[in-house]
């Protein structure tokens, strides 16, 4: 389940299904393409997800701790994009939307594209349930239209690499100028992923999708600067997203984690061990 909030999920998850995404390269080489061909992954990926939104995934994530996880995502995510009231945003890979229904109070409209159809069913009953009107959820890779902000949470790094190199310059022509898009995915270098393949492979490798694998933000971002982006990333979190995903019922602890995650990260050393990174990337710049 990849899932970053979810047992040994992106957090804490590793990637030990193919070498080469523990090779060590330079950190443009690392998003060359896969050997998968990117409609196997989207099979792969199709079939993964219908199973995990078939009742796990939704219980996993109304628990104390992962609930106390979204509240702050979606706080860090209306800050970093500067969303607001009369911002259209996008949602790609919006898996149940929870997110995104934390969202929709504070902007015009959100809309949240997913392959899974079962995700899509679960966020159209939660928006109905909580009588959420400018959240819309459609099944597939995009929602055609223009939006002042596109959001990718946890969604970049279940891509082909081939699919990930086009989708920068896919974002930058439904963004309006000045539009902002806001991911976040685990990194390669993460501290809690070498503890995690460590202390609970199997774990980890369970709730993992075969073609997800964590990202180095250089090379990321690089992506985004030549399809005409300017780029900045960030560290979200040290311990505390691996944490909400082993304990999801300790709300507590999460916020203890949170807050010592944000004394941790003020230390260069750590940030570079952290365990997701936020890319940041303006529509403004220039088609390199
Ligand atoms: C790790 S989950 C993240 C879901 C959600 N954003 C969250 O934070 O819980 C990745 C999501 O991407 C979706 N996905 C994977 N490949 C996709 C693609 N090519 N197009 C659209 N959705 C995709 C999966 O169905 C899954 O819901």
């Known amino acids: 389940m990849s899932a970053d909030t979810v047992p040994g999920g992106n957090d804490v998850s590793g990637g030990e299904n193919r070498g080469v ?9 690392r998003l060359q393409p896969r050997l998968a061909a990117p409609q196997d992954v989207l099979h792969r990926e199709l079939a993964y997800h219908e199973k995990l939104y078939s009742g796990f995934a939704q219980a996993h994530f109304a628990r104390p701790a992962v609930r106390a996880l979204r509240a702050h995502m979606a706080q860090r995510i209306l800050r970093m994009t500067g969303a607001g009231a009369n911002s259209r945003v996008l949602s790609l890979g919006c898996g149940i939307g929870d ?25 159209r009953a939660d928006a109905e349930r909580l009588g959420i009107r400018n959240a819309r959820f459609e099944v597939g890779s995009e929602a055609p239209g223009r939006y002042d902000a596109a959001i990718a949470i946890f969604f970049l790094h279940h891509l082909a690499d081939a699919a990930l190199a086009e989708l920068p310059g896919k974002i930058r022509a439904c963004l ?64 505390s ?4 995903g082993l304990l999801p019922g300790w709300r507590f602890g999460y916020r ?15 940030r570079r061990r952290g365990s997701n990174f936020e890319l940041v990337a303006t529509h403004g710049g220039r088609v390199v």
């Open 99 to 123: 997110t995104e229904l934390l969202l929709a109070p504070h902007v015009r409209e959100i809309v949240g594209a997913d392959l899974s159809p079962a995700a899509i069913r679960q966020a």
């Open 256 to 270: 203890v984690a949170r807050a010592l995650d944000d004394v941790l990260l003020r230390s260069a050393a750590l």
């Open 21 to 29: 995404r523990e090779r060590r390269e330079p950190a443009e080489s």
């Open 241 to 244: 997203s691996p944490l909400a």
């Open 176 to 239: 309006e100028p000045g539009g902002v898009f806001y991911s976040l995915d685990p990194s390669r270098d993460r501290l809690s992923g070498v503890v995690g393949r460590r202390l609970i492979p199997g774990l980890m490798k369970k709730y993992q999708t075969a073609d997800e694998r964590e990202m180095e933000a250089a090379a990321t971002a690089g992506l985004f600067r030549r399809a005409g982006f300017e780029v900045r990333t960030e560290v979200y979190d040290f311990g």
